[in-house]
C-alpha cells in the first residue's frame, strides 16, 4: 500500500492541556492552506480529558496515547518514526499560529536545500516579542548574564531586542515552533531522549549544524506563544529539569573541564542567591509571598543537590513543553 507523502507532518505533545491543545489545534485548521498536512498529538497520559476532546472535536488528528508522562523528546520521536510530511512542524499545545506562518517557512526552506530547521518570531499575546533565537549553551551564557550579553554582543547573541529585516542564520531556535527537514532528522537523527524537559531542541539544532544543516530565524513570520504554560504549574519542578538538562548537555557537548567549572559556579551562584532571598525573607517577617516562593525554589534546588542531583527528585509528575 502506498504511503501519501504530505508537506507537512504537525507534531503536538500534550500534557494536561486540553484548551490550549485544542486553541492550537483550531489556528492550524483555520490558517494552513494550500499545503497538505496531517496532524499527530502525543497524549503523555493526561487525567483532564484531553484525549476524549480532540476524538470528539478533531477525529482527524492521529492519536498517540501514552500511560505516563514519557518527556518532551521521547514523546516526539514517536510521531517522528511514524510521519508522512517532507517537513515536521514541532509545536508547542500554547502556540496558536497565524496565517500563512507556516507556508512562508516551508516555502523558505524548498528553495534554500540545505535549511534542517527554521522557527519563526514568537509573541506574547499582546503582540510584543519573545526571544526566538537560543544560544548554544557556554560557560558564559550559563555563568553569566544573558540579557546583558545579547545586549553587548548582538551579532553572536540575538535576541527580541533586535529587529531583523530577512531570515538569518542562527545557531538554534526556540522549540516552541519549528520546522524540521524530513531529509535532514534522517541524516541527524530523533531528539536525544536523555533530556526530558529542556534542552533538547538546543541539543538537536547543534547537533544539525555539526552535520552542516543550517538553522534559520524567519522574522516575518509570527507564532503567538503562551509562554511556559505547563511549567508555571510546578516551577520546582521545572526549575530542577533545567539544571538537569543543563548539565547533561555540558556533559555530552562541553568536555570534563568544563563540566567542573560549570557546576562550581552555579552552586556559587545558587547559594548566593539562596542567602540573600533567606536574609530578604527574614527581614520582611516571611509576609511577601514572592519571596517566599523564591526561597521555597531555591531551597529545593540545594537539597536536590545535596541529594546528589536524583532523576527521581520528586519529579515523577513532570512538566511538558
Given at each position: ?58 477525529p ?43 507556508k ?28 526566538s ?40 531556535v ?20 536523555d ?35 505547563s ?91
Amino acid at each position: 500500500m502506498k504511503v501519501k507523502i504530505y508537506d507537512v507532518s504537525f507534531i503536538i505533545t500534550n500534557w494536561n492541556t486540553k484548551q490550549l491543545l485544542i486553541d492550537c489545534l483550531k489556528s492550524i485548521y483555520d490558517t494552513v492552506k494550500d499545503i497538505s498536512f496531517e496532524v499527530w498529538v502525543i497524549d503523555n497520559g493526561s487525567s483532564d480529558d484531553s484525549i476524549k476532546a480532540i476524538e470528539e472535536m478533531f477525529p482527524e488528528v492521529k492519536l498517540i496515547k501514552n500511560e505516563k508522562n514519557m518527556g518532551f523528546a521521547k514523546a516526539n520521536n514517536l510521531a517522528l518514526m511514524r510521519m508522512s510530511g517532507r517537513y515536521a512542524v514541532l509545536l508547542n499545545t500554547d502556540t496558536v499560529v497565524t496565517d500563512n506562518a507556516i507556508k512562508i517557512m516551508v516555502n523558505f526552506m524548498d528553495k534554500n536545500h540545505r535549511i534542517g530547521i527554521c522557527g519563526g518570531q514568537l509573541l506574547n499575546k499582546d503582540g510584543s516579542k519573545q526571544n526566538s533565537v537560543a544560544s548554544i549553551p557556554n560557560l558564559a551564557t550559563e555563568l553569566t548574564n544573558k540579557s546583558l550579553l545579547r545586549r553587548l554582543y548582538p551579532e553572536k547573541y540575538h535576541g527580541k531586542e533586535h529587529c531583523f529585516n530577512k531570515p538569518i542564520e542562527v545557531s538554534s531556535v526556540v522549540g516552541a515552533c519549528m520546522v524540521v527537514r524530513k531529509e535532514a532528522i534522517d541524516e541527524v537523527g530523533f531528539m536525544d531522549e536523555d533530556y526530558f524537559f529542556f534542552l533538547e531542541e538546543t541539543d538537536w539544532c547543534l547537533r544539525f549544524t555539526q552535520k552542516s544543516w543550517k538553522v534559520f530565524h524567519h522574522p516575518k513570520v509570527e507564532i503567538f506563544h503562551l509562554q511556559g504554560q505547563s511549567a508555571k504549574r510546578n516551577l520546582i519542578k521545572a526549575r530542577i529539569e533545567y539544571w538537569k538538562s543543563r548539565y547533561i548537555f555540558f556533559k555530552k557537548h562541553r568536555g570534563q573541564g568544563a563540566q567542573i567549572v560549570l557546576r562550581v559556579g552555579l552552586l556559587i551562584k545558587l547559594l548566593f542567591d539562596f542567602i540573600l532571598t533567606l536574609l530578604y525573607n527574614l527581614t520582611t517577617l516571611f509576609t511577601i509571598k514572592k519571596g517566599r516562593g523564591r526561597l521555597k525554589l531555591y531551597s529545593a534546588v540545594v537539597m536536590w543537590h545535596l541529594a546528589g542531583c536524583p532523576d527521581s527528585w520528586g519529579l515523577n509528575q513532570r512538566c511538558h513543553k
